[in-house]
Nanobody, 125 residues
Framework: QVQLVESGGGLVQAGGSLTLSCKAS????????MGWFRQVPGKEREFVAT???????VYGDSVKGRFTISRDNAKNTVYLQMNSLKPEDTAVYYC???????????????????WGQGTQVTVSS
């Protein structure tokens, strides 16, 4: 059974930083792309960042230059370093794991079949 557990969310002032972590278990981690998405009430879940098994990275336009995704295959963990946070970054952040193995970085929600429970990030102005 695949399990993804996020941590690191919280309340931060605009301009501040947070680092989210997501630990995966239940199936092979190093061969799969991992992604971060976010969602606010009433809106579609939005792509944030993805990292492939080989380290290929894609960012959503709204976070380029401010967020950094990374992975530690020895710890089965993916991270999202968020800097220069803005109030519009406020959302529930979800970690996701791609069902494909040895594929590239993917921004398509449908390619992810395992999701974490989400962690709230609130940025105050």
């Amino acid at each position: 059974q695949v399990q993804l557990v996020e941590s690191g969310g919280g309340l931060v002032q605009a301009g501040g930083s947070l680092t989210l972590s997501c630990k995966a278990s239940g199936r092979a981690f190093s061969s799969r792309a991992m992604g971060w998405f976010r969602q606010v009430p009433g809106k579609e879940r939005e792509f944030v960042a993805t990292i492939s098994w080989s380290g290929g990275i894609v960012y959503g336009d709204s976070v380029k230059g401010r967020f950094t995704i990374s992975r530690d295959n020895a710890k089965n963990t993916v991270y999202l370093q968020m800097n220069s946070l803005k109030p519009e970054d406020t959302a529930v952040y979800y970690c996701a794991q791609c069902f494909l193995t040895y594929g590239g970085p993917t921004t398509t929600r449908g390619n992810y079949d395992a999701w974490g429970q989400g962690t709230q990030v609130t940025v105050s102005s």
